[in-house]
């Protein structure tokens, strides 16, 4: 059975547009659109439905009923995880907080290697929230989903009085099939192998930072928040026997890569030299007195493949457009086992630990 | 990245590092013990230990000695729980700088207030919290004025704007401290054994250098005024050791792009117009010491949120068990401290050293557990199964 046998793809035969009279221009959400009445049906149809736009969606069932065939024909296990996306503002240089909840739980499903299919959204709404912002939000779903190949088949709306969210919060659990033979663990890190990322570190985290405006800063940084799967399919063209593989949110690089040390019992060596970082970030970081290895990413793939694949898989990578400053930053030895050491660029060594709580500006 | 990559050489770095090991060398063999040297400056610890500098240098020959420089962690419990008082009164905007938010008080921190209900607002300048205070003109607008001489005159400008433009609910809390009296009682302590001082730089770029004369000319220790940069470090740390190597002890200056002889008049002006010195200041980890503290002057008092607010303003010790006084006289090293990694991390710091991203012990604990040169955890590093314990429960729910 071919993939054409599972159609994620949106029906774009027949456009679902908006059903009765659109909101005027200032509509606010009301504790009515989460009654499960006739307000909240309106929402749906006018807002949601069109944004989504798939036939999956359009019946209104409480649930979406997928093939079990159509499933099994892409691989022998499911993948199925969850993330909730809760991101102040709500939209920031680079994306918004629907992309995220789209691009989040799409990327945790391909860094296992499995072919992420389809999505349920959960949003809480806070009263108050202009409906036009929703509906911009809704709309960026929907494009982020037709890009990464995914279809949000399922949702639920809720409404909460003022002050009890923060205007919008979106929870997305997706799954994915997971062809056989593929076994891409924390654990698998072996000496000898290369970290690899597939671009600039922390672009997300600096960019969120700035645009709270809190800091009277500014830097034209781009959150880097994008779809991984296809880039990864390239990876695993090049590099069959991917051994670990993570994206790297929230706590960073540093977080990842401590978390394979420990999982696979191996010391890693990270060069500082070689990190890829944008001179905005850098310069930022510097005079904000935080470390780019723990800054947040929304579209940065760590891996670990064998060091003889290395050189294959940032040569696929580079020819991705979400690949094309990979680099190889370390690389995997014996010693010291559970723990990242950073060689920086001055010439020393130093422990990268997990990070205590948040990174917090430092006073001087 | 310009002006910082120049100061980050690994060529020009290998090349001090080599001269320092062979001008030390002779000097610790006549000792029998590494040179003790002092940085005296948090941000110099965490260039140490950031860029890795200690693992670059013989260990047998030169041992930093962190010193007290760290304003976040010098704070007493005591004035943790006066800002933690204040939060707790709804028409009161508490900002702060961020990393004073997650400073233990007995009554908990900043952070853990803020996650009760307090209005408490993290800012990055004194400037952003009267801009606060100007933006809600019927909330008390506190600023946690903490810092050396550093922060101390941005503190004291931004009064003295909000007394020009009569905002009159903008006030401190003030904690400011000096720290020549501190660097004195250091010196003082009985069981000294520093060879020499890498002065504070930012400290000195508003004080000069003439301050410190008294330490080369009465304690005769050499002390260099240092930079940040690592090479800034490294370049000063060979200054201090050619001295102690020519028999010299002076006041250096290798900060020269930054740090003026006699400092910044403007600022000194401002400060002295502000603030004044109080009789003495307790210090987490070394005890009350003799005006080392300053508040503000009593024309200043509508600005002053001791004078304003009722606050507790009670003393709590230090816990016993923490030894950071030995540390930071260099007696003892941070992992050889009875409760280092046990009953001290930096999830839930004991002591002042564990508390702040600068402190000695916080900075052991993060960079120094675990030997880097591969040769498995380092001696005394109890707190290791515990940490990796943790990155193991937070790996499985990623």
């Given at each position: 059975m071919t993939d054409a046998a599972i159609d994620t793809r949106s029906s774009a035969a027949q456009p679902m547009g908006p059903r009765g009279a659109a909101y005027p221009p200032s509509a606010t959400i009301t504790m009515a659109h989460g009654g499960g009445g006739r307000a909240m049906r309106g929402l749906i149809e006018k807002v949601i439905l069109p944004a989504f736009n798939n036939p999956l969606l359009a019946t209104l069932e409480d649930q979406a009923r997928i093939s079990m065939a159509g499933l099994a024909s892409l691989g022998d296990r499911l993948a199925f995880t969850t993330d909730s996306y809760v991101v102040t503002p709500i939209e920031f240089p680079g994306g918004d907080i629907g992309k995220l909840a789209v691009c989040g739980t799409v990327n945790d499903l391909a860094v296992c290697g499995a072919r992420p299919l389809f999505l349920s959204c959960g949003l809480v709404l806070e009263e108050g929230l202009e409906i036009a912002d929703l509906s911009r939000i809704a709309e960026s779903m929907g494009r982020a989903a037709r890009e990464a190949g995914v279809t949000i088949v399922t949702g639920d709306t809720k409404v909460v009085e003022r002050g009890a969210a923060d205007r919008l919060f979106v929870n997305t659990a997706g799954i994915g099939m997971l062809p056989a033979a593929i076994d891409i663990q924390a654990n698998r890190a072996r000496p000898g192998d290369a970290i690899i990322v597939n671009g600039n570190l922390g672009d997300h985290g600096i960019a969120i930072l700035l645009a709270r405006n809190e800091l009277a800063l500014s830097a034209a940084v781009q959150s880097d928040v994008a779809p991984l799967y296809s880039l990864i399919v390239s990876m695993r063209a090049a590099c069959p026997d991917i051994h670990c593989m993570r994206d790297a949110t929230r706590g960073g690089l540093a977080t990842v890569l401590n978390e394979f040390a420990v999982s696979s019992n191996v010391g890693i060596r990270v060069r500082e030299a070689a990190l890829p970082l944008d001179p905005a970030v850098r310069g930022a970081c510097e005079i904000l007195g935080l470390d780019p290895l723990y800054l947040a990413n929304e579209g940065k793939v760590v891996a670990v493949v064998p060091g003889i694949h290395a050189d294959a898989v940032v040569a696929a990578m580079r020819s991705h457009p979400e690949g094309r400053a990979a680099a190889i930053v370390g690389e995997v030895c014996t010693q010291p086992a559970g723990s990242v050491i950073l060689s920086t660029a001055i010439g020393g060594d130093r422990v990268v630990d997990m990070l205590v709580g948040e990174q917090l500006p430092r006073i001087c | 990245m310009q002006y910082a990559d120049e100061f980050r050489d690994p060529a020009k770095a290998r090349a001090l590092v080599t001269e320092i090991a062979r001008l030390a060398a002779p000097l610790a063999a006549a000792r029998s013990r590494p040179l003790q040297v002092m940085e005296v400056c948090g941000g110099h610890t965490h260039t140490i230990f950031r860029y890795g500098l200690k693992a670059m240098l013989p260990e047998d020959a030169i041992e930093f000695v962190h010193g007290p420089g760290c304003p976040v962690c010098v704070l007493p419990m005591g004035r943790v729980d006066d800002c933690v008082a204040l939060t707790r009164d709804p028409n009161i905007i508490f900002t702060t700088f961020g990393d004073a938010m997650r400073v233990p008080g007995s009554q908990g921190s900043l952070l853990q207030a803020k996650a009760n209900g307090a209005d408490v607002r993290m800012v990055y300048s004194p400037l952003d919290a009267l801009q606060i205070a100007r933006a809600n003109p019927h909330r008390e607008v506190v600023f946690f004025a903490l810092g050396f001489e550093t922060t101390m005159p941005g503190t004291a400008l931004t009064v003295l704007q909000a007394r020009r433009e009569g905002v009159a609910n903008f006030s401190l809390f003030c904690n400011h401290i000096t720290i020549i009296p501190t660097m004195q009682a250091i010196l003082d302590s009985p069981e000294l054994r520093l060879d020499g001082f890498l002065g504070p730089g930012h400290v000195s770029m508003?004080?000069?250098?003439?301050?410190?004369?008294?330490?080369?000319?009465?304690?005769?220790?050499?002390?260099?005024?240092?930079?940040?940069?690592?090479?800034?470090?490294?370049?000063?740390?060979?200054?201090?050791?050619?001295?102690?190597?020519?028999?010299?002890?002076?006041?250096?200056?290798?900060?020269?792009?930054?740090?003026?002889?006699?400092?910044?008049?403007?600022?000194?002006?401002?400060?002295?117009?502000?603030?004044?010195?109080?009789?003495?200041?307790?210090?987490?980890?070394?005890?009350?010491?003799?005006?080392?503290?300053?508040?503000?002057?009593?024309?200043?008092?509508?600005?002053?949120?001791?004078?304003?607010?009722?606050?507790p303003g009670v003393q709590v010790a230090d816990p016993k068990s923490c030894q950071c006084g030995e540390v930071l006289k260099g007696l003892i090293k941070p992992q050889q401290c009875k409760v280092f990694g046990s009953a001290c991390t930096p999830e839930k710091p004991l002591g002042a050293l564990m508390v702040s991203s600068e402190g000695a012990c916080s900075a052991y604990y993060q960079y120094g557990r675990i030997d880097v040169r591969g040769r498995g955890p380092a001696a005394g590093a109890a707190g290791a199964a515990g940490a990796a314990g943790a990155v193991g429960a937070a790996g499985a729910a990623a």
């Open positions: - | 508003v004080i000069g250098n003439r301050p410190y004369d008294f330490i080369a000319r009465h304690y005769r220790k050499p002390l260099v005024v240092s930079g940040f940069e690592p090479l800034d470090l490294l370049q000063s740390l060979w200054m201090v050791i050619k001295q102690i190597a020519e028999g010299r002890c002076e006041v250096e200056n290798q900060y020269t792009r930054i740090v003026q002889e006699d400092g910044n008049a403007e600022a000194l002006a401002a400060v002295s117009e502000v603030f004044e010195l109080r009789e003495f200041f307790e210090w987490r980890g070394l005890g009350s010491i003799d005006h080392s503290g300053v508040r503000m002057r009593a024309e200043f008092a509508g600005f002053d949120a001791e004078r304003k607010f009722a606050m």
